[in-house]
């Protein structure tokens, strides 16, 4: 008999384990990307504070 395109066989779904892994996988992943950018943030934030600082200390003319 032949199968449907919207039936699907008991091994074609992932168990319950794996979509757990792959929804921690996607968590991990996220997260990872939100410290990245979290860091290059940190990094233009300190680079304007320091131009604006070194705008400061120089005598003005």
Do not use: F, H, I, N
Request: aromatic share 6%; hydrophobic share 35%.
């Amino acid at each position: 008999m032949l199968k449907g395109k919207g039936e699907r066989s008991r091994s074609d779904v992932p168990d319950l384990r794996t979509q757990w892994e792959s929804l921690l996988d996607q968590v991990w992943r996220s997260e990872a990307d939100w410290r990245l950018w979290d860091r290059v943030d940190a990094a233009v934030r300190l680079e304007t504070l320091r131009e604006q600082r070194s705008r400061q200390e120089r005598p003005q003319a």
